[in-house]
């Protein structure tokens, strides 16, 4: 079945970097893009930006450009999210979420989650 | 990009039907029927509901159903059932080539 598994959950201290990785099962990496996605405790999802799988160009949401960073590992069908610089209020789960179909809007499946937690 | 607006919370009894309304603007909900439903279960990932505005992935239970007018869109779930209490997000793409979600709704199942 169709599956992206993340790494386990992270604790950094502030300015440190941390990346997460997305490895992608069931079906073929480079046909679906990668989105990412981010819920800080409490809050709603904030979508962070998405990676061509097929060519690997990133685009990301506004407020997000230059410390965070996607990959992509394409040998292994992993998708990766590099944080550098890291601050208290980037402690959040870290979702990867594929589009459901070439093209959707909607995402799915998710990976289960990361969490990350920065803290002195 | 503001996030889309939800109300808090919602709640309904067993049996009885519920509406999530999700306010966004010309810039997305207004303008392209790409607007999604996810449901959330406490320290589980999110699961689409909706996409499209109206349409249900295989497996989604008919008793959920979305609709848009204007800039507003809306879940609503009939016969409530006690698993359907969880969390609901709505997701709309953008003008900006982006996508935006709503703060979430807390569906209480009395």
């Known amino acids: 079945q169709v599956q992206l598994v993340q790494s386990g959950s992270e604790l950094k201290k502030p300015g440190a970097s941390v990346k997460v990785s997305c490895k992608a099962s069931g079906y073929t990496f480079n046909k679906y893009a990668m989105n990412w996605v981010r819920q800080a405790p409490g809050q709603g999802p904030e979508w962070l930006g998405w990676?061509?799988?097929?060519?690997?160009?990133?685009t990301y949401a506004q407020g997000f450009t230059g410390r965070f960073v996607f990959s992509l590992d394409t040998s292994v069908s992993t998708a990766y999210l590099q944080i550098n610089s890291l601050k208290a209020e980037d402690t959040a789960v870290y979702y990867c979420a594929r589009e459901r179909t070439p093209g959707a809007a909607e995402f799915d499946p998710w990976g289960q989650g990361t969490l990350v937690t920065v803290s002195s | 990009q503001s996030a889309l607006t939800q109300p808090a919370s919602v709640s309904g009894s067993p049996g009885q039907s519920i509406t999530i309304s999700c306010t966004g603007s010309?810039?997305?909900?207004?303008?392209?029927?790409?607007v999604s439903w996810y449901q959330q279960h406490p320290d589980k990932a999110p699961k689409v509901m909706i996409y499209?505005?109206?349409n249900r992935p295989s497996g989604v239970s008919n008793r959920f159903s979305g609709s848009k007018s204007g800039n507003t869109a809306s879940l609503t779930i009939s016969g409530l059932q006690a698993e359907d209490e969880a969390d609901y997000y709505c997701s709309s793409y953008t003008s900006s080539d982006t996508w935006v979600f709503g703060g979430g709704t807390k569906l209480t199942v009395l």
């Open positions: 499209d505005v109206t």
């Open positions: 010309s810039s997305d909900v207004g303008s392209y029927n790409r």
């Open positions: 990676i061509n799988t097929n060519t690997g160009n990133p």
